[in-house]
């Protein structure tokens, strides 16, 4: 609505409901118009809060996500670290129980040597 516009609908309202009856309901629109200001204001003031509440709440679904994702690789790192450990346990283990039957069996009869140097 133009300027021009909003000149002649007040001149035409007090021209017909008289200075008093326009003056009286000037402030009623007024009034009106500030209700309807505070209360889109309020409106928008939820928006937005409800626009940060469901970031915080990505940003809180995210951090879970890669908390659990850590969780899952200290467990899987545990877990080749225990492999790990049990593998070179059994190679040790292999390779003593290797070296035990190339010292007790020098001899080429299968004997062992204290055994041959006693029964010389």
Do not use: C, H
């Amino acid at each position: 609505m133009d300027f021009p516009e909003l000149i002649l609908i007040l001149f035409v309202a007090l021209i017909v409901l008289g200075p008093e009856k326009t003056i009286e309901l000037a402030g009623k629109l007024g009034e009106l118009l500030r209700k309807v200001r505070e209360t889109w204001d309020e409106l928008r003031y939820q928006m937005y809060l409800e626009e940060i509440n469901r970031k915080v709440m990505e940003e809180s679904k995210n951090l879970e996500e890669e908390a659990k994702t850590e969780e899952v690789l200290e467990e899987t790192n545990t877990e080749f670290m225990e492999e790990s450990n049990s593998l070179e346990e059994e190679t040790k283990t292999e390779e003593v129980l290797e070296d035990e039957s190339r010292t007790s069996q020098d001899a080429t009869d299968g004997t062992s040597e204290g055994t041959k140097t006693k029964a010389d």
